[in-house]
């Protein structure tokens, strides 16, 4: 019996087809780079003061002079959330008395901001938080904002899996970049802050549902050495692309709902692609499809100018693996041996620190010193050179010591940035950037090892689970730049210190670089320091260790 790698090596691996397919794929992930980070430019908040009515009876000076000043960044700065109140400058200001020699501030009552805010349009033309008033005792709802579209996108890796499962990779991809462009659609005409969340957490669903399914697709279409090439490569590079494209978008359009409109509307680009882009002939195969894929197939082949044979697809050649009585395994699998319960809560911790640090610096670009469109586009353009030197180190080098760089790198920066003068601002930049990097390069490379590190019977459960901290993470990340509020180093020292923690732990896993993949629970590698406990099976379990000692092996620390 042949499998389907052995029926379409005729194809060739990049040919014509495989180039398309490759490119095409790619550049469907583009509306995702800018679409998942936009909120960092339509929920930015510029500098804002409590307004004061035209109508009040106060004198040029009382007015100049009606906002405490508050230390923040070492220096007195007015007061965003607070003012004198009004009633009691007006008596003053109709007395003749003068602010400063004849009123000591200081001692006037204070109250919140009755009249609205006046906002600064230096940087931005409008925001949800300028259009929603988003700001003091509302604050909490522009990191919100964020937080519920990271729930859509949890919420869309639940359900993505099984719908391209059921109704195939083409017709969920195609479905998902309409959810994604028509809700971001109704979003521009958003008439409250809780249409514009409900819609944006719709917005997430659609999003990761469409990333997976090209992944998927991909993965699926080419053959063995480029696929490794589009999981690490052309969908991250692309990804970035997109990512980079945001601020130059936001900065020639700063009014949000012009801006979101402008975002929404390149997916509209990807509805040619509906007749260029082929099923997954895999897909077809498991649905007993044969015809389809093996249409599929010949179209391949004349795309790629080579001859197909007269018979491809012959049903009872093909192994059909669902006819064969397997085992069912649960997520609890995933604690079924000390040692696999171990990697997986390992595996889940390093996942959402990664994803808090990933995410938390895309979001904080905004309070960094400087433009925030230059440092926007910073934070995307490094993600090039990371997802390359990911790719390189996993070629080449053991991934547990290339991952504990990546993240010991990533959080040591960032711990320095607080030891940075403030006169030295783009000191400070680099850093974050430098940060940026190592986290960025280990996110690209955890997939890899996470999936190395899981046999094949519960692979995709054990990469789902950490997927889903990842998540976790994401929804999380907005509330550690919100805490940037109350001290501007505070994000940095905790997302710093916990992306140190995680590189030490990863020191704790094991060396999957050059080793068999394990395909039964009993063959995953060991954790360092572990002592191993087989289960009741124990003399099956050690006959296969003395057949297998390079895959139960544990490397030195």
């Known amino acids: ?35 998942g980070l936009s909120i960092v430019f339509l929920a930015g908040t510029p500098e804002h003061r409590c307004a004061v009515p035209r109508g009040a009876n106060l004198s040029g000076e009382w ?37 400063g020699s004849d009123v000591e501030l200081g001692s006037l009552e204070q109250e919140p901001c009755l009249d609205g805010w006046e906002y600064s349009r230096d940087v931005y033309r409008s925001t949800i938080v300028t259009e929603w008033n988003l700001v003091c005792d509302d604050d909490w709802k522009g990191p919100l904002s964020t937080s519920l579209f990271f729930v859509g996108v949890l919420l869309g890796s639940f359900v993505s899996g099984q719908l391209s499962d059921k109704f195939g990779r083409k017709n969920v991809l195609f479905a998902t970049l309409a959810m994604q462009t028509g809700f971001s659609f109704i979003q521009v005409f958003s008439t409250s802050w809780e249409m514009f969340s409900v819609f944006f957490v719709l917005v997430g669903m659609g999003q990761i549902s469409n990333y997976v399914a090209a992944f998927v697709l991909g993965t699926e279409i080419l053959g063995k050495s480029i ?25 020639f359009i700063r009014d949000w709902r012009m801006l979101l409109l402008a975002l929404t509307l390149p997916g509209l680009l990807c509805v040619p692609l509906w007749w260029v882009i082929p099923e997954s002939p895999r897909w077809l195969i498991s649905q007993g499809r044969f015809q389809e894929a093996e249409d599929i197939i010949r179209k391949a082949a004349k795309t790629n100018g080579i001859t197909a ?62 433009d925030v469109y230059v440092n926007c586009f910073l934070s995307a353009v490094i993600e090039v050179p990371a997802y390359i030197i990911s790719w390189l180190l996993l070629r080449n080098l053991p991934r547990r010591y290339s991952m504990a760089a990546a993240l010991f790198l990533g959080g040591c920066v ?52 950490s997927s889903m901290a990842s998540r976790l993470g994401s929804i999380l990340s907005p509330y550690f730049v919100y805490l940037g509020a109350y001290d501007r180093f505070l994000p940095y020292i905790l997302m710093g210190s916990l992306t140190v923690l995680s590189g030490i732990l990863t020191l704790f896993l094991p060396e ?44 030195a620390f």
């Open 1 to 35: 019996m042949r499998d389907y790698e052995e029926v379409t090596a005729f194809l060739g691996e990049w040919g014509r087809f495989q180039r398309l397919v490759f490119f095409l794929l790619s550049a469907s992930i583009v509306p995702n780079g800018f679409n």
């Open 414 to 465: 960032l711990l320095f940035i607080q030891l940075v003068p403030s006169h030295i601002r783009a000191l400070s930049i680099l850093l974050v950037m430098l940060g940026k990097f190592g986290i960025t390069s280990a996110f690209s490379m955890v997939y890899v090892y996470t999936a190395e590190l899981y046999p094949t019977v519960v692979r995709n459960m054990g990469v789902g689970a």
């Open 309 to 370: 044979p007269d018979v491809i697809l012959d049903p009872s050649e093909l192994q059909d693996l669902n006819s064969q009585k397997q085992q069912t395994y649960t997520i609890l699998d995933l604690m079924k041996t000390r040692n696999i319960l171990t990697i997986t809560i390992m595996s889940v911790i390093l996942w959402m620190i990664i994803s808090v640090g990933y995410f938390g610096l895309s979001l904080d670009t905004p309070n960094l010193h400087g």
């Open 512 to 555: 999957s670089y050059g080793m068999p993949l394990p395909d039964t629970i009993e063959q995953m590698l060991l954790v360092k320091g572990l002592e191993y406990r087989p289960a009741s099976s124990s003399t099956r379990d050690s006959k296969e260790e003395e057949e297998n000692p390079e895959i139960f092996k544990s490397t």
């Open 227 to 251: 696929r490794v090439l589009f999981c690490t490569l052309g969908v991250c590079i692309f990804y970035a692309f997109g990512y980079m494209l945001l601020p130059l978008f936001a900065y």
């Open 63 to 99: 007015r100049n002079a009606s906002i405490p000043l508050e230390l923040r960044d070492g220096r007195a700065a007015p007061s965003r959330c607070r003012r004198y109140r009004l009633a009691a400058l007006a008596n003053l200001s109709a007395l003749g008395l003068r602010p």
